[in-house]
């Protein structure tokens, strides 16, 4: 399979999620590539429409807030140019002592959800780094691997509750 991971960090947590997800995926024989989300521009953009499967990752910021480098992703993948991605999935890195955890989390599968984009499968949300729980996330791309290859395809609805579609 073809792999694309997109990720914003700033002190690592969430690089050190998508790490573990591409040597899952390594480890699978896929082939995958890693863009920073301020990495992306027109070029990279484009090439998520020849993916089985693009990874959004980021940390919530200031009171639920989703970085404007992942809000700008969207705006150009999304709205500017429409990329048809074929399936995603989501995850990311917070903190328990706030209010709205992982909530930009949540805010990339409502954009995605918007543009009738599928899911492979539920939302990732970690409290901080994977160090402790490895296996959680490479269990967990595991099952979006496994989902993808038999048309297992999920939807966030507007009360953002994820429904399940086989589609083979
Ligand atoms: C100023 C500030 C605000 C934060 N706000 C939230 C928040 O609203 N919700 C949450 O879950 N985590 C919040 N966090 C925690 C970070 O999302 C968490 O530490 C994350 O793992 C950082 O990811 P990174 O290492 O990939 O940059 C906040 C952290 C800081 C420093």
């Given at each position: ?60 910021w200031a009171d639920g807030i ?32 706030f209010v709205h ?68």
């Open positions: 399979m073809n792999i694309a991971i997109i990720c914003h960090s700033m002190s690592g947590n969430t690089e050190e999620v998508a790490t573990l997800i591409e040597s899952t995926h390594h480890h699978r024989g896929d082939h995958v590539v890693r863009y920073d989300a301020d990495r992306v521009g027109y070029r990279e953009a484009r090439s998520l429409a020849s993916c089985d499967l693009v990874y959004f990752g980021s940390y919530t989703l970085p404007d480098e992942m809000k700008d992703t969207f705006r150009l993948v999304l709205k500017e140019l429409n990329v048809p991605i074929r399936q995603a999935a989501v995850f990311g890195t917070g903190d328990k002592m955890f992982c909530r930009a989390v949540d805010e990339m599968a409502y954009h995605l959800s918007k543009y009738g984009i599928p899911l492979a499968g539920e939302l990732l949300k970690i409290e901080q780094s994977p160090r402790n729980q490895p296996f959680n996330v490479q269990h967990w791309a595991e099952r979006m691997a496994q989902n993808v290859e038999e048309g297992v395809m999920h939807h966030v609805d507007s009360e953002n509750q994820i429904i399940v579609a086989q589609t083979s």
